[in-house]
């Protein structure tokens, strides 16, 4: 009684059959209960059974082969590939023939195999003492040095080798895929999905229940064009008509160039195409709480709220330029190599002609470059500030029209407090660091330029409707 209740408390942990009897026999010594006894009792509590006692009458071994049966082989044979025919029978209570017949007709398992299930060779029983009597670091050392040899032998193979190699374990990993029925889940697990993200597996095609399956983005909002998917509403898009944005343009050289894939600079471009943006992005990202982790250094978690910054126009004393400030280095001379140099120190692993390419487009296509330029070129002291409003409507346009920014249009230079809390206001030169209110129409501009390459306006509250 005692050693079955070590067994229950094991199953209970979760421990398995094969590390329960190892446990035991180092307890217990000679005294300890058989492997197949073992393997039956974990079995048992591990199907839910409380009691320690035996059964009254156990009955003879069924000898039908039923759905439920060859479903208990299998998933048995997955679990204990060492088991013998006996401690099969023992376990699961069903006649050693029945589950040969199960495991060469109905699982497919080789013939030499099946044979060997209820018989060792006497090296194999020699090594399986031997292992059992490991100590801990014996047992790392020789799975270290098995894994040495069996690199060694690899490395000497050729390509057809590994090729076959790889596919048969392919197979093989297939042929276990198509075994292993998931319907047992899907009736009493998936259907209550409780904690269905925490117990994850693979062998388990979450894609194929219903809840899951979203189908193909496929529908088509008449009135914009727009792909969605056949459950979600019809005027998410483009409130069905009452709201038209513009085409998109295509992008001017060597942007489109550098978006096609189709020579050596291009995949490069797209393998790093973050690092380009952050290249000429006019805002810095921001978070309420950074924590740093220990084990990645590139890795942060974020607590709280995102946001984007933006600083002065020129840097403070002793500062070097950053993000929109780079956009004002130079003289009309040498600003496009002294700009470029700037930005591949700031941001490693770009290429200087990629990146002295696009700035030069940004520098003829973005009106709010140019119109920073213009405004800083113009202004009068530093007593006078360059405001963005958030919604300003471009004047001499009609009310009912979405219309991208033209020139005078972006950035007024005003003195006072002439502005609006979610309007940008920049300075000439300072410390400070102003946030970019998310409903700001330049928002996505700002931070990213090579998706608004012109510099058109995103988002914003006063986005008309036609009625």
């Known amino acids: 009684m005692e050693q079955r209740a070590v067994i229950k408390f094991n199953a209970k942990l979760g421990r398995s059959a094969s590390e329960t009897y190892i446990s035991m026999k180092q307890v217990y010594g000679t005294l300890w209960l058989s492997k ?73 398992m080789p013939s030499h195999r099946r044979s060997n299930l209820s018989q060792r060779s006497n090296s194999s029983r020699v090594q399986h003492a031997y292992r059992l009597r490991e100590t801990r670091g014996q047992n790392i050392r020789r799975l270290r040095e098995q894994s040495a040899r069996q690199a060694a032998v690899r490395s000497l193979e050729t390509p057809d080798p590994i090729h076959s190699r790889l596919q048969a374990h392919s197979e093989i990993y297939s042929s276990t895929r198509r075994n292993t029925s998931t319907n047992n889940f899907f009736s009493s697990v998936w259907s209550s999905m409780e904690n269905a993200g925490f117990n994850y597996s693979v062998a388990v095609e979450y894609f194929k229940h219903p809840l899951i399956s979203l189908g193909m983005m496929d529908t088509t909002c008449r009135f914009c064009g727009a792909l969605r998917w056949k459950d979600e509403s019809s005027g998410m898009c483009c409130s069905n008509g009452k709201v038209r944005l513009p085409l998109i343009d295509l992008p001017p050289e060597p942007l489109r160039s550098l978006l096609s894939g189709e020579n050596s600079d291009s995949v490069h471009f797209l393998r790093n195409i973050r690092k380009y943006n952050s290249c000429f992005q006019m805002t810095s990202f921001g978070a309420e709480n950074q924590t740093h982790s220990v084990t990645f250094p590139t890795t942060f978690s974020i607590q709280g709220q995102v946001y984007h910054r933006i600083g002065s126009l020129m840097p403070s ?35 200087r002609n990629i990146v002295q390419g696009l700035q030069r487009m940004l520098h003829q296509h973005n009106l709010l470059v140019q119109q920073f330029k213009t405004a800083l070129e113009n202004l009068p002291s530093d007593a006078y500030r360059i405001v963005v409003n958030a919604d300003r409507t471009p004047p001499g346009q009609h009310p009912r029209r979405y219309n991208a920014p033209t020139a005078n249009e972006v950035a007024v230079v005003l003195a006072g407090n002439q502005f609006g809390s979610r309007d940008i206001v920049l300075h000439q030169r300072d410390n400070l660091l102003q946030h970019v209110s998310d409903t700001h129409r330049f928002y996505d501009a700002l931070q990213y330029p090579l998706i608004f390459w012109k510099g058109q306006e995103g988002y914003s509250f006063h986005i008309p409707q036609i009625d």
């Not at 393997?39 to 409380?50: C, L, P, V, Y």
């Not at 759905?67 to 013998?84: D, G, L, M, T």
């Not at 130079?330 to 692993?349: A, E, H, K, S, V």
Request: net charge negative.
């Open 317 to 351: 004393e002793n500062q070097r330029s950053r993000f929109l400030q780079i956009y004002f280095m130079g003289n009309d001379d040498d600003d496009d190599d002294i700009q470029t140099d700037r930005r591949c120190q700031q941001i490693q692993g770009v290429r």
């Open 36 to 108: 197949s006894n073992v393997f039956i009792w974990h079995k048992r509590f591990s199907d839910g059974r409380n009691t320690l006692e035996d059964d009254k009458h156990t009955g003879r071994p069924s000898s039908s082969k039923t759905p439920e049966s060859i479903e208990k082989v299998r998933e048995f044979v997955a679990n204990n590939r060492s088991a013998s025919l006996g401690m099969m029978a023992e376990v699961l209570h069903i006649n050693k023939e029945t589950i040969r017949t199960i495991l060469h007709g109905d699982l497919g």
